[in-house]
């Protein structure tokens, strides 16, 4: 017998969504376990990783265009003028200092309750409109490329790592499979939830014309 799903509370209850998520991927302590072990390994390749991140962020004028935004919480001096804008900026240095600490937090997490989800969908929240002033407004297909982008990147350090057996690699790269599937349902949840917002915004400054004017 089909276990039942409650559509209005999937859609709307942060830790049912996941409670889902995690039998339909079969996602278990296992997989933390996993996720916590390769935290070790991660931990000293952070700053390498952060900037290879960005990188590939700065090689398309469409993502590094997002960087010119100032975040809610920056309290420096910013570059404005995207040709003036490097690496090496406050604002850059800033968010890698906030993706290192995301990476910990996602890799290092022991026990997934209900703040650590609340963070997780708050990850997802923040990139669409729907946060106030602390909303960063991006276009959901950089952060699905973002997110493919940096689960390629960690999948590789766990292949070129020789003190690991195959079993523990396999391990470890499903885990982080699960791990980046669940994140991105997180901010496809924010991003639907947005696009249901404005399309009632819409729905209610149209005004339907009055019939007996179609063929006039």
Request: charged share 25%.
């Amino acid at each position: 017998m089909a276990e039942h799903v409650d559509s209005n509370q999937l859609n709307d209850d942060v830790r049912y969504r996941f409670e889902y998520l995690s039998k339909f991927l079969s996602f278990t302590s296992d997989d933390i376990t996993m996720l916590n072990d390769f935290a070790l390994i991660l931990s000293p390749r952070i700053p390498v990783i952060t900037d290879t991140v960005y990188r590939k962020l700065f090689s398309f004028d469409i993502t590094k265009h997002y960087f010119i935004m100032r975040n809610h919480d920056f309290d420096h001096s910013s570059t404005s003028h995207e040709k003036n804008l490097t690496l090496e900026s406050a604002q850059m240095t800033f968010r890698k200092d906030m993706l290192s600490k995301y990476l910990k937090r996602i890799f290092t997490e022991k026990e997934w309750n209900d703040t650590f989800l609340q963070y997780l969908f708050q990850i997802g929240r923040i990139h669409t409109n729907q946060a106030g002033l602390t909303s960063i407004n991006v276009d959901y297909i950089h952060i699905n490329a973002l997110l493919g982008y940096l689960e390629s990147s960690l999948i590789e350090i766990i292949l070129n790592a020789e003190n690991l057996d195959e079993i523990t690699k396999r391990a470890m790269i499903l885990a982080i499979n699960k791990l980046f599937w669940i994140q991105n349902d997180f901010f496809s949840m924010n991003f639907l939830a947005e696009s249901k917002n404005n399309s009632s915004a819409r729905d209610k400054n149209i005004k339907t014309p009055p019939s007996c004017c179609l063929l006039s």
